[in-house]
């Protein structure tokens, strides 16, 4: 069964722009989670979607979107781009089973804001 | 927001060591998760834990739900050079499956020495 994919795997945009990244699942997982990794904050949850809703969301700024598709695919946007917002973007899919979830991450979009 | 206190930040071992790590909160968590992540990929789930006390292995991984439900212990028994990484742990505080949101440690970076 093909993992979590994520692209692009790198990126580089300028202040200001925006972006937009995007995920896709494993084959029946309905659950998709986003998170930022970098080496000062670690891993931080932006937003979780499942069913085309978000069920969850972390403690970012309104610049950060996301939406889900009804075949589970994902996108999260980041609009007016600041230095800070490089990092790694992290994708997991999740699949809840037996009263729990199981969560897998794909690869990351590399983003590198310059 | 919320975070887990992951120690320690990095170890430098020979192989064919065990190694221990854990993560401890001050807030009860439902489920503990233990990642491994190499360069330039994302995190790989490695252990599940479901109940308070449970104790679980896969391999030479061994990993404890504390009893509290405030802490976790990993173990990795004989290293060898691929368990280089670096070992994350991550909590949800959720049950029920109504929603899913990991917190995660700052992680572990693991150095094997051959």
């Known amino acids: 069964k093909a993992g979590v994919t994520q692209t692009p795997r790198y990126l580089i945009k300028t202040r200001g722009q925006q972006v937009t990244l995007s995920c896709s699942p494993i084959?029946?997982?309905?659950?998709v989670s986003w998170y930022q990794q970098t080496p000062g904050q670690g891993l931080q949850f932006l937003f979780e979607?499942?069913?085309?809703?978000?069920?969850n969301k972390g403690n970012f700024p309104g610049r950060f979107s996301g939406r889900q598709f009804s075949n589970s695919r994902s996108e999260m946007n980041v609009s007016t781009l600041e230095l800070g917002d490089s990092a790694l973007y992290l994708c997991?899919?999740?699949?809840?089973?037996?009263?729990?979830?199981?969560?897998?991450f794909g690869p990351g979009t590399r983003l590198t804001v310059t | 927001g919320q975070q887990l206190n992951q120690s320690p930040q990095s170890m430098f071992i020979q192989e064919g060591e065990d190694v221990s790590m854990n993560c401890t909160s001050s807030?009860?968590?439902?489920?503990w998760l233990w990642y491994k992540q190499d360069p330039g990929e994302g995190p790989v789930l490695l252990i599940a834990?479901?109940?308070?006390?449970e104790l679980t292995s896969n391999g030479r991984l061994t990993a404890q739900f504390g009893i509290t439900r405030k802490d976790s212990f990993l173990n990795i028994s004989a290293s060898i050079p691929s368990d280089v990484g670096i070992y994350f742990c991550?909590?949800?505080?959720?049950?029920?499956?109504?929603?899913?949101?990991?917190?995660f440690g700052k992680g572990t970076l693991l150095t094997v020495n051959p």
């Open positions: 991550a909590g949800d505080r959720n049950s029920g499956g109504s929603n899913y949101k990991l917190t």
């Open positions: 997991a899919s999740s699949l809840f089973r037996e009263g729990h979830y199981e969560q897998y």
């Open positions: 807030s009860i968590f439902n489920t």
């Open positions: 084959s029946g997982h309905r659950s």
């Open positions: 979607y499942f069913s085309e809703t978000q069920r």
């Open positions: 834990l479901y109940k308070a006390g």
